[in-house]
């Protein structure tokens, strides 16, 4: 069984690949998933990037507020049933990069970023708000992710303009050049591709193991060359 207390984190730009590599690292090792809201769970989504750019202040705070509370409440349930844990995107992300991104581009009112950030060093101090004991960044060249963003064709993100995936990527790329909260393994999305050669998490298990030694479980549940009845 996995051990009490460990969690692992997997971050990165949209379209690089996180819940795919999150699933699969969690079949691997016996993890739980803690994965991030999907588009039917979240009613600000779709009117957000569907709106016009000077439209987008009316949903921005609500967009962050319901990715806050999504947060609380995954971090409560790890907490509460214990065990071991992957999670598809973390906290720092939705405030350091995406809610200091909108107050930056004025999308955010000063007064609006002000009350999220109460609430998110509320987050930070509580008591289940334990750092990731691995964070494993996902990062790619801005026009290999906007590709991957097409393809998938989600339609609150198929008509952002360029300029808002070259700002999130620069963002993405400060923020983990800053990131010092817990260790980072970082992963370039060129140099695998889990849904056309699914055998490619062997290499990135073992990696992981390398790092998370003794932690990680010794008897992995989804060996090489297993496949599913």
């Known amino acids: 069984m996995p051990p009490k207390s460990m969690l692992l984190a997997v971050a990165g730009m949209v379209g690089t690949g996180k819940t795919t590599l999150t699933r699969a690292l969690a079949q691997r090792f016996g993890l739980q998933m803690a994965l991030e809201s999907v588009d039917d769970e979240n009613p600000w989504l779709t009117p957000f990037y569907g709106a016009e750019s000077n439209a987008q202040q009316e949903y921005a705070l609500r967009l962050q507020l319901h990715f806050l509370a999504t947060r609380f409440h995954s971090m409560r349930k790890m907490r509460a049933l214990g065990g071991g844990w992957i999670l598809d995107r973390?906290?720092?992300?939705?405030?350091?990069?995406?809610?200091?991104g909108l107050y930056e581009s004025s999308?955010?009112?000063a007064h609006e970023y002000e009350l999220y950030q109460r609430l998110y060093v509320e987050l930070l101090t509580g008591p289940a708000a334990r750092p990731p004991r691995l964070?494993?960044?996902?990062?790619?060249?801005?026009d290999l992710v906007v590709a991957r963003i097409g393809q998938r064709g989600r339609e609150a993100e198929r008509d952002m303009p360029p300029s808002y995936w070259k700002s999130l990527h620069a963002r993405y790329a400060t923020w983990i050049g800053q990131f010092?909260?817990?260790?980072?393994?970082?992963?370039?999305?060129?140099?695998y591709d889990l849904l056309r050669d699914p055998a490619a998490i062997d290499e990135i298990a073992a990696t992981v193991r390398l790092r998370l030694e003794p932690e990680i479980p010794q008897t992995e549940l989804w060996p090489s060359g297993f496949t599913e009845p």
């Open 180 to 191: 010092r909260r817990c260790p980072v393994l970082r992963l370039d999305i060129r140099d």
């Open 135 to 142: 964070l494993i960044y996902l990062q790619g060249s801005l």
């Open 90 to 100: 973390t906290w720092y992300e939705d405030a350091e990069i995406f809610a200091h």
């Open 107 to 109: 999308v955010m009112s």
